[in-house]
């Protein structure tokens, strides 16, 4: 099996829509090109039109292969420990009153059915390593997922695996969903497609569950060790911090707030900013608001392990490898 190497800090492959040109930016750059001050190398298009640059996969890339996307690891984060689940009921999660509506779409009482199937012909998400991290910190800050145990899965393709020709746009709607049997051709399992949001310009694949072969699953973020200096430093900072009052407002900004935040809150904002200035420039925006206020005033000590256990997904991937081939496959 092919383990690519890991690199959060490499080179995007942008195309422009308008003149098609193609070129490698780095991450200062598309920070600078989302303010309005960089723009297309070559006709000078910028990131507010219609056919503005984005992300896509240059012709380097082996997964335009498609005996390479069968043969390499392919990465997901989860917060199901048992992903994927054949058994999996849609229903399952829904409130009674949630199902008599869908119930009644339709008028011959079926709604409720038709919703379940389609909700199990969703394809399933899979990426590069980079990419199923950055989607669990998008999840962590964006989704409210701050406080949920995540499972990082590495994933074997079957070999018989019937895939899409070719390299496409992504085409999820809203809620990132894909039906291949809208997309592909009858009996594709497998559709390649540009990620736009997490590792950008990668190629990920919406894949059907049958396409998989089998997993290896670890709780994510890494154990760290209580004895870490950083760590035991850091809880000592935030059970301090827990003592304290609210700091008295100092501007007018302050002073018209309705809600203050706590000194304890103030020190977690310290710490994640400390761990996400030792991360990929790209990556530091996803490391705040990885904390839940109840939780964290009830055990504030268990926090600075947290940060670290996360950094180390980005900044040790190796030892994030090594942990996983230690772990027995599950076929699924």
């Not at 598309?30 to 298009?45: P, S, V, Y």
């Amino acid at each position: 099996m092919i383990e690519r190497a890991v690199d959060f800090e490499r080179l995007r492959w942008m195309r422009c829509g308008t003149c098609s040109s193609e070129w490698h930016a780095n991450a200062e750059w598309l920070d600078r090109f989302h303010q309005r001050d960089e723009a297309c190398l070559n006709c000078g298009t910028n990131c507010e039109s219609e056919k503005r640059p984005d992300f896509w996969a240059s012709q380097d890339d082996p997964s335009h292969d498609d005996s390479k996307v069968r043969e390499t690891f392919w990465y997901h984060t989860s917060t199901h420990p048992n992903w994927p689940d054949r058994a999996f009921d849609p229903t399952a999660t829904i409130t009674d009153i949630t199902k008599r509506r869908l119930q009644e779409i339709g008028g011959d009482g079926r709604g409720l059915e038709r919703w379940a199937t389609r909700q199990k012909a969703k394809a399933l998400h899979l990426g590069t390593y980079e990419a199923a991290i950055e989607n669990m910190l998008r999840r962590m800050t964006d989704q409210n997922g701050a406080d949920e145990q995540f499972y990082l899965y590495r994933v074997r393709l079957r070999r018989n695996a019937s895939i899409e020709p070719g390299v496409h746009p992504e085409r999820a709607n809203m809620a990132g969903d894909v039906q291949l049997a809208e997309l592909c051709a009858a009996g594709v399992d497998v559709l390649r497609y540009v990620n736009t949001h997490e590792d950008p310009s990668s190629v990920s694949l919406a894949v059907r569950l049958e396409a998989i072969l089998a997993v290896q699953v670890i709780p994510v973020p890494l154990a760290v060790n209580a004895a870490d200096a950083w760590v035991s430093a850091g809880a000592a900072r935030l059970i301090e911090a827990a003592r304290l009052p609210a700091p008295e407002p100092k501007t007018k900004f302050e002073r018209m707030q309705r809600h203050r935040p706590s000194a304890l809150s103030i020190e977690v904002s310290k710490m994640e900013d400390e761990v996400a200035d030792r991360l990929p420039f790209g990556l530091r925006d996803r490391f705040h608001r990885l904390f839940d206020e109840e939780n964290l005033s009830a055990e504030p000590a268990a926090f600075p392990s947290k940060l670290i256990g996360l950094a180390a997904l980005v900044n040790d991937p190796l030892a994030v490898l090594g942990l996983l081939d230690t772990v027995p496959s599950r076929e699924v």
